[in-house]
C-alpha cells in the first residue's frame, strides 16, 4: 500500500509557474515509480509526466515537453513537478500516482498506476 498527498496547486496568470509537491508513504516507496496525470473539466485524466523509481528515467507528454520537469528525492519520500510557462489550456485537477510493477519506467498509462491521490487544483488565468 502507498498513500499519496498532492500539495502546492494553486491559482497563476498564463506565463506563470508553480510547484507540485507529492508526498508518498508506506511500504517500500522508494521501490515504486510515480507519475503525474492530470484532468481538466469536460476531460479523460491524462498523463503528464512520469519518473522510474531510481529517478533515472522520465517520461514527458509532448504538452508537458520543455515546460514541466518531474524530480524525485527518495530521501524525503516526495516527487515533484515544476511547471513552467502555464498556460490556460494547463488548468486541471492534478494527481499524483504510484505503481510497483515495472517501476523502471513509466508509459504513461492511467491503467498502469495502482494508487492515486486526491488530486489539487490547478488554474491558470489568462
Known amino acids: 500500500q502507498v498513500q499519496l498527498i498532492e500539495s502546492g496547486g494553486g491559482l497563476v496568470q498564463a506565463g506563470g509557474s508553480l510547484r507540485l509537491s507529492c508526498e508518498a508513504s508506506?511500504?517500500?516507496?522508494?521501490?515504486?515509480?510515480m507519475g503525474w496525470f492530470r484532468r481538466a473539466p469536460g476531460k479523460e485524466r491524462e498523463f503528464v509526466a512520469g519518473i522510474s523509481f531510481n529517478g533515472e528515467s522520465t517520461t514527458y507528454a509532448n504538452s508537458a515537453k520543455g515546460r514541466f520537469t518531474m524530480s524525485r528525492d527518495n530521501a524525503k519520500n516526495t516527487v515533484s513537478l515544476q511547471m513552467n510557462s502555464l498556460k490556460p489550456e494547463d488548468t486541471a485537477v492534478y494527481y499524483c500516482a504510484a505503481k510497483y510493477g515495472r517501476a523502471w519506467a513509466v508509459d504513461g498509462e492511467v491503467s498502469e498506476f495502482e494508487y492515486w491521490g486526491q488530486g489539487t487544483q490547478v488554474t491558470v488565468s489568462s
Open positions: 508506506g511500504r517500500f516507496v522508494n521501490t515504486v515509480a
